[in-house]
């Protein structure tokens, strides 16, 4: 019998759950990757509503069992392994500091590309799209350099210890790499080193690869 529930990671290439498809990869747990293409409709369709009828990505199928929200998973890959130390040990202000960061992340960075994201969303069908954008991206410049602020001279973003935080903040850096979005973004040296670290990480390459992301296709609008 297996020591551990069956995997199942319902991702999107480039989506929120590309950290927890890295942290996966990073905590060596057998799992199984499906793609659900969000922008060819596939979250909508009656297959996936069937994992969440919410329709959302990630998802992570454990044993009969769907997890959702990114945060949530990364916490439950972390503790479902131990030895690779991928969050700090409970009850401490570390592992509090690595919820910090996941709740920023999930809750303000995210929400802050909306603006360029789902402008049409936000304003409405007829709805004044530009005025809408040009609002959104002072804003969002301000939570990209609090993102760098936080993060400072530190390899990682609990110090020298690597965890699921890391490549949720790769996530977002992606995103503010988009040729749609990059030239809104503000110099963010120390962000940058940080995604060039988890770029080298060989599970963030064996992720990438299977995702089919390309330097060409992280770019792309």
């Known amino acids: 019998m297996s020591a551990h529930p069956e995997l199942t990671l319902f991702y999107s290439p480039r989506a929120c759950s590309l950290s927890c498809h890295i942290a996966l990869e990073e905590s060596e747990?057998?799992?199984?990757?499906?793609?659900?293409?969000?922008?060819?409709g596939e979250h909508k369709e009656a297959d996936y509503r069937r994992v969440n009828p919410w329709g959302k990505l990630p998802a992570l199928r454990v044993a009969d069992q769907v997890l959702t929200e990114?945060?949530?998973?990364?916490?439950?890959?972390?503790?479902?392994?131990?030895?690779?130390?991928?969050?700090?040990?409970?009850?401490?202000?570390?592992?509090?500091?690595?919820?910090?960061?996941?709740?920023?992340?999930?809750?303000?960075?995210?929400?802050?590309?909306?603006?360029?994201?789902?402008?049409?969303v936000l304003a409405g069908a007829d709805g004044p799209l530009e005025q809408v954008?040009?609002?959104?991206?002072?804003?969002?410049?301000?939570?990209?350099?609090?993102?760098?602020?936080?993060?400072?001279?530190?390899?990682?973003?609990?110090?020298?210890?690597?965890?699921?935080?890391?490549?949720?903040?790769?996530?977002?850096?992606?995103?503010?790499?988009?040729?749609?979005?990059?030239?809104?973004?503000?110099?963010?040296?120390?962000?940058?080193a940080h995604s060039e670290r988890i770029y080298d990480r060989p599970a963030t390459r064996r992720v990438l690869a299977r995702e089919g992301l390309t330097a060409v296709a992280l770019k792309a609008a």
């Open 133 to 192: 954008k040009r609002a959104g991206i002072p804003i969002l410049r301000s939570t990209l350099c609090e993102v760098d602020r936080r993060l400072g001279e530190g390899r990682w973003a609990l110090g020298d210890t690597y965890s699921v935080c890391d490549p949720y903040l790769l996530v977002f850096w992606i995103w503010s790499q988009r040729e749609d979005v990059v030239e809104h973004a503000p110099e963010m040296p120390n962000w940058r």
């Open 29 to 40: 747990l057998p799992f199984t990757a499906h793609e659900v293409k969000i922008r060819a």
């Open 70 to 120: 990114a945060h949530a998973i990364l916490t439950f890959i972390a503790d479902s392994a131990p030895r690779k130390s991928l969050l700090p040990l409970v009850n401490t202000l570390a592992r509090a500091r690595a919820h910090e960061w996941m709740n920023f992340l999930s809750s303000t960075v995210h929400i802050a590309f909306r603006p360029l994201f789902r402008t049409a």
